[in-house]
């Protein structure tokens, strides 16, 4: 049974919804305005949202006040019946709550007539999240691509098909329990930010880094969204309440120069601080690399496809002689995912001192999550490679300091420290583009290093402000 439940979760991408988040994160702030609108969860399961708010209604207005303000909706028609049972329950008759709830493919088939009743609607939702590039690969879940054609392409998630609906549908209320990925992904969601925020301001936000459904390690946040009397293509700011080992209020300014991710200090970092002649690397060395230079030379290296936290296997590769320097002199990985521990952030490390080895091996498919060696075109020094790793992760802490480390996404939760953040390739790219290695002389560079060697990040700020003004007066 559990398993059949795990396949049909993965299938629709449903988590469901506690009761309890209903009435500590949504019912204090619309309690006051329930006449006011039709209350609809077009992604009901067994109606958590929304029936709560008949404990708000008298008894004796209930069957009146569910008849006229309340529509629910679900794919699945084992949870429609179950929404019935919980009518039923609240004292509403089978016949009305038939009426009220109904089966259907709400991403699919929007119900129109929602735009011409009484009163707006209010949309209270936990809507499916399936990444696109889990749809893809997995049979049962194609049947979804259809989605993603069209206007909707380059949309990433099936949770983004829902609120591209209500915006095309003229939806003024929503409230949407959804990936924290909304205002903390890149690539993921600078499509859905690009189009759906101009539309909407955020009234209010809730930010989970701990769990909150039993199934999923998904995280998650609760977006009370506004529809805007016009488009607004400015600065969306709100205040968020992040919620993990402490409860603590962040001000949140997204930029729509930076499509609307949170975190954007880390862009401005970028830009202020990018060189015009940085150093240039590639990521990954890969099976085929290996099998394009065969030879007699033996390196050891880790297989990247065989690793768990710190248990991996050592491999031992032939390669020719040129092959082999390559790999032996790019010294350094890159860790995408917190550990959890305090030694074990994302940042650069060694190879050698990290696994006693030469290199990592992608043995098969890539994965983000893995570690990935470091290539420098043309090859750095080995003195010239360590100041970049320590160069790197200063900066890197730097900015996870002044913004809560909230330009990197939640992995998973765990019982650390620290929340575990998930940091993107393309901005540890962005990072090495700002080291100044290529604008340096030497008496610079020593002062450089010293900078480093002593963590004094204000100093180092300022020098790189100089440097980048030598360079563009040249």
């Excluded at 008759?93 to 119900?111: F, G, M, V």
């Excluded at 529809?227 to 603590?248: A, D, H, M």
């Excluded at 575990?420 to 290093?449: C, M, V, W």
Aim: charged share 25%; hydrophobic share 35%; glycine share 4%.
């Amino acid at each position: 049974m559990d398993k059949m439940e795990s396949k049909k979760r993965r299938k629709f991408g449903q988590h469901f919804t506690t009761v309890s988040i209903c009435k500590e994160f949504i019912l204090p702030y619309i309690k006051d305005s329930l006449y006011d609108y039709i209350w609809v969860d077009l992604f009901a399961g067994e109606g958590n949202l929304i029936f709560p708010i008949l404990n708000l209604i008298p008894e004796q207005d209930r069957i009146s006040f569910f008849e006229s303000h309340i529509y629910l909706f679900d794919i699945q028609p084992e949870w429609t019946e179950k929404s019935i049972q919980n009518a039923q329950n609240y004292g509403i008759p089978e016949k009305l709550a038939r009426q009220k709830i109904q089966t259907r493919d709400c991403l699919s088939h929007y119900p129109q007539f929602l735009r011409n009743l009484e009163h707006p609607v209010y949309h209270v939702t936990n809507p499916p999240y399936l990444y696109l590039g889990y749809i893809v690969k997995t049979a049962e879940t194609q049947k979804y691509l259809p989605l993603f054609t069209n206007e909707n392409r380059g949309l990433q998630d099936l949770y983004q098909i829902a609120l591209i609906n209500d915006l095309r549908n003229a939806i003024d209320q929503m409230i949407y329990i959804i990936p924290s990925n909304f205002i903390f992904g890149n690539s993921v969601s600078n499509k859905i930010r690009d189009e759906f925020l101009p539309f909407y301001s955020i009234s209010r936000s809730f930010i989970f880094e701990k769990q909150i459904f039993k199934h999923t390690g998904t995280n998650v946040m609760i977006n009370f969204f506004q529809r805007n009397l016009n488009p607004q293509y400015s600065t969306v700011e709100f205040q968020g309440i992040k919620i993990g080992k402490e409860q603590k209020e962040n001000r949140y300014l997204l930029e729509p120069q930076y499509h609307y991710k949170a975190g954007s200090e880390f862009e401005t970092f970028i830009t202020n601080f990018k060189v015009k002649n940085p150093v240039i690397m590639k990521y990954y060395l890969k099976q085929h690399d290996v099998d394009e230079h065969p030879g007699k030379n033996e390196i050891k290296v880790i297989d990247a496809n065989n690793f768990e936290k710190s248990e991996y296997v050592l491999l031992t590769i032939f390669v020719d002689s040129k092959f082999a320097n390559e790999i032996q002199s790019n010294l350094l990985w890159i860790r995408t995912v917190d550990t959890g521990t305090l030694d074990g952030r994302a940042g650069l490390y060694s190879i050698k001192d990290s696994f006693n080895a030469s290199g990592i091996l992608v043995t098969k498919a890539t994965y983000r999550t893995h570690p990935i060696q470091i290539f420098f075109i043309p090859p750095l020094t080995t003195a010239d490679q360590r100041l970049l790793r320590d160069y790197f992760n200063l900066i890197l802490e730097h900015l996870r300091s002044i913004t809560d480390s909230e330009f990197m996404t939640t992995y998973k939760y765990s019982s650390g420290p620290y929340t575990r953040k998930y940091f993107g390739l393309s901005q540890a790219k962005k990072i090495i583009a700002t080291f100044p290695l290529n604008h340096l002389d030497d008496s610079e560079k020593n002062y450089f290093s010293k900078l480093i060697y002593n963590k004094d990040v204000t100093q180092l700020l300022e020098f790189l402000k100089t440097v980048k003004n030598k360079w563009k007066s040249s």
